[in-house]
Nanobody, 126 residues
């Protein structure tokens, strides 16, 4: 089970930290991804982390602004989002991949993830 939290309304340039609390499985053998879906648009990958080798992936538009990390003791994955822009407005989801890759040299793909949370709304607006 995955449960997202931490969304909200923030002004442009602000920060939010999303949490993905996991239960029922051991993060060491999974990859966790953060995805987002804006109204009228397809769901897209934001960031992924593979705990087997510690590999991470970020889509180009969030590189340098977002950071994915985990708290192993609490089985929780975080997405620290800084310098938020109106274009970041979306429902954010976390999901689990039970075949974590060694690296993300070829990208991180939505279709690889089979367990999803219900999402948390992030709105960036003045």
């Amino acid at each position: 089970q995955l449960v997202e939290s931490g969304g909200g309304l923030v002004q442009p340039g602000g920060s939010l930290t999303l949490s993905c609390a996991t239960s029922g499985f051991t993060l060491d053998y999974y990859a966790i991804g953060w995805f987002r879906q804006a109204p009228g648009k397809e769901r897209e990958v934001v960031s992924c982390i593979s705990f087997t080798r510690g590999a991470t992936y970020y889509r180009d538009s969030v590189k340098g602004r977002f950071t994915i990390s985990r708290d192993k003791t609490e089985n929780t994955v975080y997405l620290q989002m800084n310098m938020l822009k109106p274009g970041d407005t979306a429902v954010y989801y976390c999901a689990a991949d039970n075949k974590p890759p060694i690296n993300y040299n070829l990208g991180c793909y939505l279709g690889d993830f089979g367990s999803w949370g219900l999402g948390t709304q992030v709105t960036v607006s003045s």
